[in-house]
T-cell receptor, first 116, second 114 residues
Framework: AQTVTQSQPEMSVQEAETVTLSCTYD???????LFWYKQPPSRQMILVIR??????QNATENRFSVNFQKAAKSFSLKISDSQLGDAAMYFC?????????????FGKGTKLSVKP | NAGVTQTPKFRVLKTGQSMTLLCAQD?????MYWYRQDPGMGLRLIHY???????AKGEVPDGYNVSRLKKQNFLLGLESAAPSQTSVYFC?????????????FGPGTRLTVT
């Protein structure tokens, strides 16, 4: 079975600095997708960034970028120029490809605090 | 365009009571999902549906039933609530095909069973 592990329950960063959140996963599939979701105190789940396993290029969305290491099964999220609004729970998630129904498997999350 | 909405937002039940959570989406998505989120945990899939009239079990289906009579609605039922079902419930929807992974989430329902 596929699993997703986030080894950092909590992280803290100074405003305007850079922080990296870690995620590792386990799968025997070759076709899959990886995601980072943000959950602010409002509870709304917001998709931050996604990566297709077949793409070697790391995904980037404005201040958010990933370091996808397929052989190591690692998928870290880098937040640059951190802002107070980035404070939230961040969840790493996995979805098998190949025509599956898009079921997501989530890690336990990392709580990010941003200090002014 | 409201996206995904959930009713109610909060609910307190006594053990043994029943209730239904309603999820509605206005994006014409084929796929819909129900997740639960417990403290210190990520979201776990309860049930999902790949189209009107179809449902399937996810990771933690016991104690729940679902129905998808209309494409835009996905109902989650608790027939006899237990304290272990105290959780925050999220509904999500996504288009079919390769974009099935682009899930849009509702705001969540906080359920407490005493």
């Amino acid at each position: 079975a596929q699993t997703v592990t986030q080894s950092q329950p909590e992280m803290s960063v100074q405003e305007a600095e850079t922080v990296t959140l870690s995620c590792t996963y386990d799968t025997s599939e070759s076709d899959y997708y990886l995601f980072w979701y943000k959950q602010p105190p409002s509870r709304q789940m917001i998709l931050v960034i996604r990566q297709e396993a077949y793409k070697q290029q790391n995904a980037t969305e404005n201040r958010f970028s990933v370091n996808f290491q397929k052989a190591a099964k690692s998928f870290s999220l880098k937040i640059s120029d951190s802002q107070l609004g980035d404070a939230a729970m961040y969840f790493c998630a996995y979805a098998a490809g190949g025509g599956s129904q898009g079921n997501l498997i989530f890690g336990k999350g990392t709580k990010l605090s941003v200090k002014p | 365009n409201a996206g995904v909405t959930q009713t109610p937002k909060f609910r307190v039940l006594k053990t043994g009571q029943s209730m239904t959570l309603l999820c509605a989406q206005d994006m014409n998505h084929e796929y819909m999902y129900w997740y639960r989120q417990d403290p210190g945990m990520g979201l776990r899939l309860i049930h999902y549906s790949v189209g009107e009239g179809t449902t399937a079990k996810g990771e933690v289906p016991d104690g729940y039933n679902v129905s998808r009579l209309k494409k835009q609605n996905f109902l989650l039922g608790l027939e006899s609530a237990a304290p272990s079902q105290t959780s925050v419930y999220f509904c999500a929807s996504s288009p079919r095909g390769f974009r099935a992974y682009e899930q849009y989430f509702g705001p969540g329902t906080r359920l407490t069973v005493t």
